[in-house]
Nanobody, 122 residues
Framework: QVQLVESGGGLVQAGDSLRLSCAASGRTFSSSAMGWFRQAPGKEREFVAAISGNDVNTYYANSVKGRFTISRDNAKNTVYLQMNSLKPEDTAVYYC???????????????WGQGTQVTVSS
């Protein structure tokens, strides 16, 4: 059973930055694609970013491209989401996700963390 624990959320002002972390355990990490998703009140969960398991391919939603960066440290079993130039529209609960496939896509994730709240004030 894969365990995922997010951290790093908080309350910031528009234009500020945050770095989210996701610590993984219970499964081989380096071969698994990892993703970040978010969910705002009254909205469906939406894809944010993904990173491949065996290379450095990344994939971003258009709404965050150029502002957010996903990265991973396999030695630490940790994936990160660096969020710059934050906007009020980025306010949501952010979730870390993992899947067995090494290919980064917005679909097919099997394991999910509990989420961390990000609130951006204007």
């Amino acid at each position: 059973q894969v365990q995922l624990v997010e951290s790093g959320g908080g309350l910031v002002q528009a234009g500020d930055s945050l770095r989210l972390s996701c610590a993984a355990s219970g499964r081989t990490f380096s071969s698994s694609a990892m993703g970040w998703f978010r969910q705002a009140p009254g909205k469906e969960r939406e894809f944010v970013a993904a990173i491949s398991g065996n290379d450095v391919n990344t994939y971003y939603a258009n709404s965050v491209k150029g502002r957010f960066t996903i990265s991973r440290d396999n030695a630490k079993n940790t994936v990160y989401l660096q969020m710059n130039s934050l906007k009020p529209e980025d306010t949501a609960v952010y979730y870390c996700a993992a899947k067995a496939s090494p290919i980064a896509t917005q679909w097919g994730y099997n394991y999910w963390g509990q989420g961390t709240q990000v609130t951006v004030s204007s």
